[in-house]
């Protein structure tokens, strides 16, 4: 596909007036108000995420209540409806959201009217994301709930060291320490941050962990036996408005706290703990898989990195998995009584067109950038030797995990070994959608639009992957493979085509340090991608990905 092909086609105008096609006047004759008393007017912008005349209601809850009092016993009692429908499958949480929207411009409208008493929070927390992890949806969905919950959150944002968390802690008088990450690597390290907690004295701050790498059994077993004081497990902003409920509860009453004996299940769950980085993976035995040793090597397309820039961003989005990203990221979850095929509908009536409208919003936001490139290569054990473009001499080598049962299957074994005496191609790829619409989510965050967070976020991580997508699909038709693909985007979700890509920090390659040797070969500093010192993206809504091009290559556990 020749660059001109790839340029973008639309016409920003007839973009611009599509954005109102499927505006309908609303109906203003019906007050959902009507008949309600001031308490309930209020609680129902709450819980119904209703920003319209909310001023007004306000104000007249103000001729009756003091201003604290409206926040603590008629605004907070709206968003406990909301958690209890939220843990009832009733609410979704870009509605949770909403309401969250609704319940801060609640709290602005009132705090010209009441003077500030120290300690009239229900208790505080300071959150972070812990040292060299980027990520922080996680953290702030924590920082929105708690917060328009009556509780005082110090978020002090991504790549977060000890010695800075403690600071802040101490500076704030939280009461509480939440910390998140979403690598593995990122659980490491709080267990190291709970051993400094340790060496001094500070254990009497309860700590909160959450994110996707942590497991309960990691956090109520391993970790609760190093720390000496209270650690808990949190999967999501819910559970941790519980915990901070119990926790703050035992410390104005001065009751000593408990360390829980069970999940919120009732059963200890001990069996589903991190995956093994136990290093004895990557050492080679001599016994590997039965991976056909058969396979032709595909002629080298170049030699080398290549740059594309340019791109029809409606082209992409059509390569963004639906499921990933309103199940996934938007976290739109079917209700238990509805079924499979209702929840479907439901989703196309009411979530297609917020995406289709985040696409058009978006388009001039969103930056996608290629960085590409094939290498000579051949396996020898678990390693995956790189060689220069004489294909003699080595330029780098990847030591990857091999399999302690099942097949065995380790990704080296995907390529010709030295033995064979054949050179074959590995193809690499590094994609970025840029920063700009991860400052752009920012300052929806900051703003207070948390819904439009949500989405942005979401976009910004489902279109990247998108592009990763698209692009890998461009490699293997360069590779010769073009006939293999399946004629429906859906299938390549699937992973129904020739080959595979495996992204580092995965289970088939977890070693994020490879991305050095990745970025040594692609380069991608012209199109602004970094590392972080703990070897991730940055930008965040950046992908990068080894290509496989061996027929049987297909994602695998090491375990």
Not at 43 to 48: D, Q, R, T, Y
Not at 148 to 165: A, D, E, F, L, S
Not at 186 to 201: A, K
Not at 366 to 375: A, D, R, S
Request: hydrophobic share 35%; glycine share 6%; proline share 5%.
């Amino acid at each position: 596909m020749s660059e001109s092909e790839l340029t973008c086609s639309y016409d920003p105008l007839v973009e611009f007036m599509s954005l109102f096609e499927n505006v309908k006047a609303a109906d203003t004759s019906v007050d959902p108000f009507a008949g309600l008393t001031v308490e309930d007017c209020l609680k129902k912008h709450i819980v119904n995420g209703i920003k319209k005349n909310l001023e007004s209601h306000i104000n007249d809850a103000l001729a009756q209540y003091p201003p604290l009092e409206i926040i603590n016993e008629i605004l907070l009692d709206g968003m406990k409806t909301v958690g209890e429908l939220f843990g009832a499958g009733k609410m979704q949480l870009p509605f949770v959201l909403q309401s969250a929207e609704v319940m801060k411009a609640s709290v602005r409208l009132l705090e010209p009217h009441m003077e500030k008493v120290e300690g009239s929070e229900k208790g505080s927390i300071l959150l972070a994301t812990v040292a060299g992890d980027v990520h922080d949806i996680g953290k702030n969905l924590v920082d929105i709930i708690l917060s328009n919950n009556g509780y005082r959150v110090v978020n002090i944002g991504i790549k977060q060291p000890i010695n800075n968390i403690i600071e802040q802690a101490q500076a704030g008088k939280c009461q509480v320490i939440g910390l998140s990450g979403l690598l593995v690597k990122s659980t490491l390290i709080m267990r190291d941050n709970l051993i400094e907690l340790n060496e001094r004295g500070l254990q009497h701050y309860p700590v909160i962990l959450g994110g996707a790498a942590l497991t309960r059994g990691y956090v109520e077993e391993d970790l609760r036996a190093i720390y000496k004081g209270n650690v808990y497990y949190a999967k999501d902003a819910f559970e941790g408005l519980s915990l901070m409920e119990e926790l703050s509860t035992a410390i104005k009453d001065q009751i000593p706290i408990a360390e829980p004996e069970a999940s919120p299940s009732g059963t200890r769950i001990s069996s589903h703990r991190l995956p093994d980085t136990n290093p004895e993976l990557y050492v080679f035995d001599g016994t590997k898989s039965d991976v056909s040793t058969e396979i032709p090597v595909p002629e080298l397309p170049f030699y080398g990195a290549k740059k594309m820039s340019k791109f029809d961003i409606f082209e992409l989005y059509r390569y963004v998995n639906p499921v990933a990203l309103w199940r996934g990221q938007w976290q739109y979850k079917k209700p238990d009584d509805m079924s499979n095929p209702e929840f479907a509908q439901w989703l196309e009536d009411n979530v297609r067109p917020i995406f289709e409208q985040k696409c058009r919003e978006l388009a001039r936001t969103l930056k996608p950038q290629v960085k590409w490139g094939y290498f000579w290569c051949q396996s020898e054990g678990n390693d995956l030797i790189i060689y220069h473009e004489d294909q003699k001499t080595e330029r780098c080598r990847f030591n990857f995990p091999r399999q302690s049962d099942n097949r065995r299957l380790c990704l080296s074994d995907f390529f010709k070994s030295t033995e064979s005496g054949i050179k074959d191609v590995v193809g690499f790829s590094i994609v970025t959608v840029g920063h700009e619409v991860s400052e752009y989510e920012r300052s929806l965050f900051a703003k207070g639009d948390f819904q439009d967070y949500l989405y942005v976020h979401g976009m910004g991580v489902e279109t990247a992957e998108a592009l990763a997508e698209y692009w890998h699909k461009q490699m293997r038709s360069e590779m010769g493979f073009a006939a293999d693909e399946p004629e429906e985007i859906r299938l390549l979700f699937s992973t129904k085509y020739h080959g595979a890509r495996y992204s580092f920090g995965y289970p088939a390659c977890p070693n994020l340090e490879d991305q050095v040797q990745l970025l040594e070969l692609l380069q991608p500093q012209d199109i602004g991608i970094e590392l972080t010192e703990e070897f991730m993206l940055n930008p965040e809504q950046s992908t990068s990905a080894i290509i496989v091009h061996h027929p049987e290559a297909k994602y695998f556990n090491i375990r």
